[in-house]
C-alpha cells in the first residue's frame, strides 16, 4: 500500500505544473504593465500553455517589475516567444528567469 501510495505522489509532482518567473527591466508605470500583460498574457499562441499569468510593477524607482506565468499541467512554455513579446510591448528588456 505504502509503494503505491508513494509512486501516485511521485506521479502528481513531476506532472505538476511550473511556474515562471520573469525579471523586467524598463517598467515605470501601470501603462507599462498593460503593454506588457498585452503582448505575453493574451497572446493567443501562448494561451495554450498558459494557467495564469499575472504582470507587476515591483519597483518603480528602479523601473523593474516581474511576470509570474504558470503553465498548464504537462505543458511547456516558450520562453523565446515571452521574450519577443516583452520586447514587443516596448523598451523593456527580461533581466532574469527561473522556472520552479
Avoid: N, P, R, W
Wanted: aromatic fraction near 2%; include cysteine; charge should be positive.
Amino acid at each position: 500500500m505504502k509503494t503505491i501510495f508513494l509512486a501516485i505522489s511521485l506521479t502528481s509532482l513531476l506532472a505538476a505544473a511550473d511556474t515562471t518567473t520573469l525579471t523586467v527591466e524598463g517598467m515605470h508605470c501601470g501603462g507599462c504593465k498593460k503593454m506588457i500583460s498585452e503582448k505575453v498574457c493574451e497572446d493567443e499562441t501562448l494561451k495554450a500553455t498558459i494557467e495564469s499569468c499575472k504582470v507587476s510593477l515591483t519597483d518603480a524607482k528602479k523601473q523593474t517589475g516581474k511576470i509570474e506565468i504558470v503553465t498548464k499541467k504537462d505543458a511547456k512554455l516558450d520562453l523565446t516567444k515571452v521574450k519577443a513579446g516583452v520586447t514587443a510591448a516596448g523598451d523593456y528588456k527580461v533581466t532574469k528567469e527561473e522556472t520552479k
